[in-house]
């Protein structure tokens, strides 16, 4: 077993394996600096490109089964290249930036391939497919939204493998950003969770609270303060769960739980949050059956969550969810 199996064989904690914290290709990332290597690489006809753009790429359905589809470096489209990886038969795989409606040549099967987002299509792919569609997609949007240097506003170039970008006239590095986010199991004294519903979001749709890692501020930190900002609910014995990346842009989930004592009125912030209650298992689960709640998706790790103190999957629930939305 090489060590970049090892890596993708990981303990996955209390959550289980998140759909988009799954991966099965090596990131090969002693090859980045290599520039010979990669010239070698993308002239390999057998090399595998996934095209991405806003998060979307094409899939096929088979056999129940859903598959990225890939091109050869031949047929990929202009755009900014990125190496992904390369898998225990040799094959590397890059990601282009770029158009997805170009439809490789010669294809007979093209009835069955769509474009799909990595939250509709994230849960539903191999381990190997799940990794690189949410490399991709992580790397596509920095490159597409961090195109000048941050130092003198001169533009940037990509390096060879797309893993950084050098100041076309300082020399300066940048490497590909990531924005931390907490998301949280709020808990009271009688088991019951905490869900609550985002003032922008449609009536059904609630969720775990969740809130951006400021400067300076722990992961823990940050858990306590939105859980008050938000709802005025005091927590302490907060415990880290596990974490999915979610690249819609670039955050990072990290999943947590935590306590609060009881006595407490939940009091919501009307800017941020339009209403947030207190569920116990079975209410919620009533009001997912009668129609009223809807859960997230499948890909969320706000899903695994719930159902991590729920203790067993539940259906989808049609409230809520149906709008596009984060
Ligand atoms: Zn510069």
Redesign the pocket.
Same mark, same amino acid.
């Given at each position: 077993m090489s060590g970049a199996e090892e890596i993708d064989e990981l303990d996955d904690g209390p959550l289980g394996r998140l759909a988009l914290s799954r991966s099965a290709v090596d990131r090969a990332t002693q090859r980045r600096g290599d520039t010979a290597w990669l010239e070698e690489a993308w002239a390999d006809p057998r090399a595998r490109v996934l095209v991405v753009q806003d998060s979307r790429a094409l899939v096929r359905t088979r056999d129940g089964q859903l598959e990225l589809v890939f091109v050869s470096p031949a047929d990929a489209p202009e755009g900014t290249r990125f190496l992904l990886g390369v898998d225990a038969d040799g094959i590397a795989y890059f990601g282009v930036s770029g158009a997805v409606e170009r439809e490789p040549a010669a294809r007979s099967d093209s009835a069955d391939v769509q474009p799909m987002a990595l939250r509709q299509a994230g849960a539903l792919l191999s381990d190997r497919d799940a990794g690189l569609m949410t490399h991709a997609v992580a790397l596509a949007y920095w490159h597409d939204t961090h195109t000048h =240097?941050p130092? =003198?506003?001169?533009p940037t170039v990509p390096a060879p493998a797309g893993h950084l970008t050098t =100041?076309s006239?300082?020399g300066?590095e940048h490497f590909p950003r990531l924005d931390p986010a907490v998301i949280m199991l709020v808990i009271d004294p009688d088991d019951r969770l905490m869900l609550a519903r985002n003032a922008l979001w449609p009536k059904g749709r609630m969720s775990v609270v969740a809130g951006f890692v400021e400067p300076g501020e722990s992961g823990e930190h940050a858990v306590a303060r939105e859980v008050y900002e938000e709802t005025s609910i005091v927590v302490g014995q907060v415990r880290y769960l596990g974490s999915q990346p979610w690249p819609m842009p670039r955050s990072l989930m990290l999943g947590y739980e935590a306590r609060a004592a009881g006595g407490q009125q939940i009091k919501v912030d009307e800017e941020e949050i339009g209403e947030a209650r207190w569920f116990t298992r079975a209410e919620l689960r009533a009001a997912i059956d009668a129609g009223e709640l809807g859960v997230a998706p499948t890909s969320s790790i706000a899903r695994r969550l719930i159902e991590y103190w729920y203790g067993e999957e539940l259906p989808d629930g049609r409230a809520g969810w149906q709008t596009p939305g984060r």
């Amino acid at each position: 077993m090489s060590g970049a199996e090892e890596i993708d064989e990981l303990d996955d904690g209390p959550l289980g394996r998140l759909a988009l914290s799954r991966s099965a290709v090596d990131r090969a990332t002693q090859r980045r600096g290599d520039t010979a290597w990669l010239e070698e690489a993308w002239a390999d006809p057998r090399a595998r490109v996934l095209v991405v753009q806003d998060s979307r790429a094409l899939v096929r359905t088979r056999d129940g089964q859903l598959e990225l589809v890939f091109v050869s470096p031949a047929d990929a489209p202009e755009g900014t290249r990125f190496l992904l990886g390369v898998d225990a038969d040799g094959i590397a795989y890059f990601g282009v930036s770029g158009a997805v409606e170009r439809e490789p040549a010669a294809r007979s099967d093209s009835a069955d391939v769509q474009p799909m987002a990595l939250r509709q299509a994230g849960a539903l792919l191999s381990d190997r497919d799940a990794g690189l569609m949410t490399h991709a997609v992580a790397l596509a949007y920095w490159h597409d939204t961090h195109t000048h =240097c941050p130092r =003198c506003g001169a533009p940037t170039v990509p390096a060879p493998a797309g893993h950084l970008t050098t =100041c076309s006239v300082d020399g300066s590095e940048h490497f590909p950003r990531l924005d931390p986010a907490v998301i949280m199991l709020v808990i009271d004294p009688d088991d019951r969770l905490m869900l609550a519903r985002n003032a922008l979001w449609p009536k059904g749709r609630m969720s775990v609270v969740a809130g951006f890692v400021e400067p300076g501020e722990s992961g823990e930190h940050a858990v306590a303060r939105e859980v008050y900002e938000e709802t005025s609910i005091v927590v302490g014995q907060v415990r880290y769960l596990g974490s999915q990346p979610w690249p819609m842009p670039r955050s990072l989930m990290l999943g947590y739980e935590a306590r609060a004592a009881g006595g407490q009125q939940i009091k919501v912030d009307e800017e941020e949050i339009g209403e947030a209650r207190w569920f116990t298992r079975a209410e919620l689960r009533a009001a997912i059956d009668a129609g009223e709640l809807g859960v997230a998706p499948t890909s969320s790790i706000a899903r695994r969550l719930i159902e991590y103190w729920y203790g067993e999957e539940l259906p989808d629930g049609r409230a809520g969810w149906q709008t596009p939305g984060r």
